[in-house]
């Protein structure tokens, strides 16, 4: 199932939704990851400040993966920038 996230609170919602459809305990997942207890709270709560690069952790351990809609005016500044990186 596909979700658009707005808010951190959605996404927070989707990281929770998944560890628990997947039995997975808070303390296990923090453990997994590397990160606090509290920090995953804090991710599954929609806290706003939270590191975006820790929460990405949590995601792809869940087996979630974040995308971005980028519109077509902004696809060759992206092909531009992503070159750049990769040089």
């Given amino acids: 199932m ?3 996230v707005h808010t951190v609170a959605d996404l927070g919602l989707a ?3 998944t560890r628990k ?3 997975v305990r808070l303390d296990d997942l923090a453990g997994i990851a590397g ?3 509290q920090f995953v709270s804090d991710v599954e709560r929609g806290k706003p400040t939270v590191q975006l690069g820790l929460a990405l952790r949590l995601l792809e351990e869940m087996g979630l993966s974040l995308t971005v809609d980028i519109p077509p ?3 060759g ?3 531009k920038l992503q070159d750049k990186q990769g040089a």
Wanted: charged share 35%.
């Fill in 2 to 4: 596909k979700i658009t």
């Fill in 15 to 17: 990281l929770r939704a």
């Fill in 21 to 23: 459809g997947s039995q």
């Fill in 35 to 37: 990160v606090s207890k």
């Fill in 73 to 75: 005016e902004a696809e």
């Fill in 77 to 79: 500044a992206w092909k």
